[in-house]
């Protein structure tokens, strides 16, 4: 009897340590697996106009963020994110201007360093809900900057993503597309969110 209570409470026991492992392998796995959807900061909250620092290493915490980034830019949806609008002051930034969104770029410490001609588009902003405005950028851009990998790389753009890449870049400085307009137009945007804002809730 003695014998039996003791062989049913180690095999009792090993099915416990067996759990607990596959628990911990579990919860560990899901740390890499999931991504989360970020919170995005609204003009004209203070926050945008941090200036980004560059990224030291590309490590599995700038992943994760990248990962995220990616998430959140695909959810609201979006073409480009910065950090910044997530409240991450670090020189990381998501773009994809593919119709089926699956064509991921992803810029660390991005600079351009060459640019030529000037195009007029109409921007819009995940961190400026329903506003559309022209801006003047490049029209061309020569980018330097690291992937997901950690690795360098240099890419010459025109048209819609060189305008995404300098709005991406602008967020990173601290500024936002709005700050390219008029008083005027800056006066009657912050109003009108503003007032969404009070709306809402
Ligand atoms: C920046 O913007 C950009 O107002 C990325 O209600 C925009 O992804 C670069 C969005 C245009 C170049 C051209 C805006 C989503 C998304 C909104 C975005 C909105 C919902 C903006
Ligand atoms: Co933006």
């Known amino acids: 009897m003695y014998l039996y ?3 049913t409470s180690v095999v009792w026991c090993e099915t416990l340590v067996r759990e607990v492992r596959l628990n911990f392998a579990c919860n560990s796995f899901n740390n890499q ?16 106009y941090q200036v980004a620092q560059p990224v030291a290493q590309v ?3 700038i992943r994760r963020l990248v990962n995220d980034m990616a998430e959140t830019m695909y959810a609201a949806p979006g073409i480009g994110l910065a950090a910044t609008q997530v409240d991450m002051h670090l020189q990381v930034m998501v773009i994809d201007i593919s119709e089926d969104k699956n064509r ?12 030529c ?21 490049a029209e ?8 997901a990998d950690g690795k360098p790389f240099k890419l010459e753009a025109e048209g819609l993503l060189a305008v995404c890449i300098q709005h ?4 990173l400085k601290g500024k936002v597309f709005v ?3 008029s008083q005027l137009k800056q006066a009657r945007i912050k109003n009108k969110l503003k007032k969404r804002l009070r709306v809402t809730m």
Do not use: W
């Open 140 to 147: 061309k851009i020569t980018v330097e900057a690291l992937g």
């Open 168 to 171: 991406e870049i602008d967020h």
């Open 33 to 48: 697996a999931f991504m989360a959807i970020l919170t995005i900061l609204y003009y004209p909250d203070p926050r945008l």
């Open 117 to 137: 001609g000037s195009q007029d588009y109409e921007e819009g902003c995940l961190s400026v809900p329903g506003i559309y405005e022209n801006v003047t950028r």
């Open 104 to 115: 991921l770029q992803v810029f660390i410490n991005p600079k351009i360093v060459n640019s």
């Open 59 to 61: 490590n599995a915490t």
């Open 5 to 7: 209570i003791v062989m």
């Open 179 to 181: 700050e390219y307009l």
